[in-house]
């Protein structure tokens, strides 16, 4: 053996020496490995026991050694790759109804840890109650169709009371007569797939309800940025056809004026491979012009090489048309300033003028009438400016409160008519005046009523030439009464009718146009009375007509008795307190109320009237709203507190008119609320009361 083997180990003689020795004849399989060969080794003592001698019978087994190893490694391998796919393998022995399912990472099946078999009953047992008649469906398909295999997807229990999706894969094996007699097969655990399509189907969902609710409209094209598949959502849009949008066709749909710049930036980004933004309009399927914002961005693979590109296109038209009116508001603002100053200007400067002739004309009372009456015309013009002003402010925020009753058209009209009699007469404008005899009773306030009217008048006035006619007609139309304004002054351009009644709006800036406030104001008033303003023009050169539309009710109430004059000596009587911070308005109102005889004092905040109050009983407190020290609402109520038993008128002075400013005044205990500047006629009417 030696000489066949040089080198063999030690260990084979050692076997073949107890064999001599023991006659116990032995069998092993070794491994030569000199030779590299596997054997099968039989030894037993041969002959004569005195002769010693050993038979060693050798058989080659390294072909089967070696489909063994092959075996195990494969095996091992197997249970790699189902552990690493945590998938195990699961059988069903069909005629003895045993279920096994082995060689898991997780425990998915209700089996003991010696894997002890169960019934397909204990198994459905753990099936999810929602997927039992699904799974149960798809194992009976099976059965009846062996061939096309088993497969199944659904939810299994844990006894940990965990949920694991899994997905069965297997085929059945079938007797001499076709009947299946074993289902065989894997079984994988997919939670971790299920949860990840379900976040996507989440994420999906979401998305397409956002795109829905923004109605954007999504595309995709290849690297070149030329489209070679149609786009359902740009066709549903657009209206074109699959063809039409092929290529660079969807810049048929884009309009001629964006198109340029559009193509060269999708040209550009597409070179770059960079996002792409713009803003410009495409045609919509009824013909319409949407303004769109465009965002396209490049998806790369983990070359950062461009592999397709995705497209968002969001429907801007309505942000679009809010800033062309923000810009046009701001435009008009900045019109509107620079005309309220203007304005303001003109009545200051003849009532600056007019108090430099009173100081030369001292004395001569014929001359200075008529500066007076500029003044008090100018006056009369800042106050309403300044009245338009509030009215702009009240009509915004709804504070508009009306003080309805039963009125004839005619009173609104005359009282109207005298109110613009001054802007009516200059220019030596004809008026016509065409009222129906007839009662026309309407439900209204009467100065807002009038308010309407003037300022219809004053507009007819302001754009009608010198010697031009204006008419006011009175109509009744079946349950309505309209007022038409008519005048052949400049006219309106047709195009700016429908714009004329809004807010700051002027049809001939720069030229005298006012403040264009007063035609807005009307149509605010007019729908607070539940009618309809509307204006008429042939166009420039060819006059205006504007037309109130009234509902009438069914009657006037019955006129008051006439009541006597009164009593202007009863002024003489009256004791009254003038408190204001401003000392040139209690110095004007102490000079005014001595002159008509009363008894007055003054203070310069509400402190010093209670001081005041504390030595004498005034009948009458004319008192400011904002004053340092103590302003007038906290002194109206300390006077209140202090004299329960006085009787004394409390009358508001001031120039904040606001609807809160009127309510705060009388939970403070005032009687009356006048706004600054306040008439002669109105103070008297106080004093008599």
């Known amino acids: 053996m030696r000489e066949l083997v040089p080198g063999l180990d030690e260990h084979w003689f050692e076997i073949y020496g107890r064999v001599a020795l023991t006659g116990e004849a032995t069998r092993f399989q070794e491994h030569v490995t000199r030779l590299h060969r596997w054997y099968d080794v039989y030894a037993w003592r041969y002959g004569n026991p005195q002769n010693r001698e050993v038979a060693v019978l050798f058989n080659d087994v390294t072909s089967r050694k070696l489909a063994e190893e092959a075996l195990r490694r494969s095996e091992r391998r197997l249970r790699m790759a189902l552990d690493a796919a945590y998938t195990l393998a699961f059988e069903w022995d069909i005629p003895c109804n045993e279920v096994r399912r082995h060689h898991s990472r997780v425990a998915v099946a209700p089996e003991t840890p010696e894997e002890r078999p169960s019934s397909l009953e204990e198994f459905c047992a753990a099936v999810h109650p929602e997927d039992r008649e699904r799974f149960l469906a798809n194992l009976h398909a099976a059965l009846a169709h062996p061939e096309q295999g088993y497969r199944a997807e659904f939810r299994l229990c844990e006894p940990d009371g965990r949920i694991v999706w899994v997905a069965d894969r297997g085929y059945l094996e079938c007797d001499g007569q076709g009947q299946p007699r074993r289902l065989i097969g894997l079984s994988q655990d997919i939670t971790e797939r299920k949860a990840a399509e379900e976040a996507l189907r989440a994420s999906e969902l979401r998305y397409r309800t956002l795109v829905e609710a923004t109605g954007a409209v999504t595309w995709s094209c290849p690297p070149s940025g030329r489209h070679v598949a149609p786009q359902p959502e740009w066709i549903r849009f657009t209206g074109q056809s699959a063809e039409q949008m092929l290529g660079t066709g969807w810049s048929e749909a884009v309009h001629p004026e964006d198109i340029a710049g559009a193509a060269q930036l999708w040209k550009d980004a597409v070179a770059r491979g960079v996002a792409f933004v713009n803003e410009h ?409």
């Open 281 to 689: 309009r495409i045609r919509r399927h009824d013909g319409e012009w949407r303004w769109m914002r465009v965002h396209a961005v490049p998806i790369h693979d983990v070359r950062g090489e461009v592999v397709e590109w995705f497209g968002m296109n969001l429907d801007i038209t309505e942000r679009k048309r809010a800033e062309a009116a923000l810009e046009e508001a701001d435009r008009r603002k900045d019109a509107f300033l620079a005309t309220l100053a203007h304005e303001l200007r003109n009545p200051l400067a003849p009532m600056r003028t007019g108090l430099d002739l009173l100081q030369v004309l001292c004395g001569d009372a014929v001359a200075c009438e008529e500066p007076l009456r500029i003044m008090d015309r100018q006056l009369r013009h800042l106050v309403h400016l300044v009245n338009d002003l509030l009215d702009v402010s009240r009509i915004s925020r709804g504070m508009i409160a009306l003080r309805t009753e039963r009125l004839d058209l005619a009173e609104i009209i005359d009282a109207a008519l005298q109110m613009s009699e001054s802007g009516l007469r200059r220019g030596e404008r004809r008026l016509a005046v065409d009222v129906p005899p007839e009662p026309l009773p309407v439900e209204g306030d009467r100065v807002r009523l009038v308010q309407v009217v003037s300022n219809l008048l004053n507009n007819a006035a302001k754009f009608t030439e010198t010697g031009g006619r204006i008419t006011l007609r009175v109509l009744r139309r079946g349950d309505r009464a309209e007022i038409r304004v008519q005048d052949d002054g400049r006219g309106i351009p047709r195009e700016r009718l429908a714009e004329i009644f809004e807010m700051f709006s002027q049809s001939e800036p720069g030229q005298d146009a006012g403040l264009g406030i007063g035609l807005s104001i009307a149509r605010s008033l007019v729908a607070l009375h539940g009618g309809t303003v509307w204006a008429e023009s042939d166009g420039p050169g060819r006059g205006a007509v504007f037309t109130v539309s009234l509902p009438l009710c069914n009657s006037l109430p019955a006129q008051p008795e006439p009541q006597e004059a009164t009593d202007t000596d009863a002024i003489a009587k009256r004791r009254v307190l003038v408190v204001d911070d401003n000392r040139d308005i209690v110095e004007s109102l102490r000079v005014l109320f001595t002159l008509l005889k009363a008894e007055v004092r003054v203070a310069y905040d509400g402190a010093e009237a209670l001081r005041v109050c504390a030595d004498w009983q005034p009948t009458h407190i004319l008192m400011d709203l904002r004053m340092p020290v103590m302003d007038g609402y906290e002194a109206a109520r300390r006077l209140r507190a202090n004299h329960p038993d006085r009787a004394f008128r409390l009358v508001a002075i001031t120039g904040w008119g606001q609807d809160e400013d009127r309510q705060r005044t009388r939970e403070a205990g005032f009687d009356q609320y006048l706004v600054k500047p306040v008439g002669v006629a109105e103070l008297k009417s106080i004093l008599v009361s």
